[in-house]
């Protein structure tokens, strides 16, 4: 069974900084993608980062040039440093894997469980 385990959330105050970190476990061929989304209380979830196998990186407008996506493929591990935080960033944080069990299927979608950041002003 795959598991996407989060860590890393917290309070923090505005303009501080956050790390989260996403271990991918459990037995699989290749991860193809991984990302962090986020949502806030009555809001749609959303794509915050995303980066692939190739280390390709997406990041949403309102990210840019404050957060970053990086991984260690020996780990199995995505990060997203988060830096000039604002309140705005307050919600919960989902890790999410494509990832390729077996070569007969197509690639299945895996969430973390999340994790809360919560900024205050």
């Known amino acids: 069974q795959v598991q996407l385990v989060e860590s890393g959330g917290g309070l923090v105050q505005a303009g501080g900084s956050l790390r989260l970190s996403c271990a991918a476990s459990?037995?699989?061929?290749?991860?193809?993608?991984m990302g962090w989304y986020r949502q806030a209380p009555g809001k749609q979830r959303e794509l915050v980062a995303g980066?692939?196998?190739?280390?390709?990186?997406n990041y949403a407008d309102s990210v840019k040039g404050r957060f970053t996506i990086s991984k260690d493929n020996a780990k199995k591990t995505v990060y997203l440093q988060m830096n000039s935080l604002k309140s705005e960033d307050t919600a919960v944080y989902y890790c999410?894997?494509?990832?390729?069990?077996?070569?007969?299927?197509?690639?299945?979608?895996?969430w973390g469980q999340g994790t809360q950041v919560t900024v205050s002003s």
């Open positions: 459990g037995w699989f061929l290749k991860i193809n993608t």
């Open positions: 999410n894997a494509e990832i390729l069990r077996t070569y007969l299927g197509a690639p299945d979608d895996y």
């Open positions: 980066i692939t196998s190739g280390g390709t990186t």
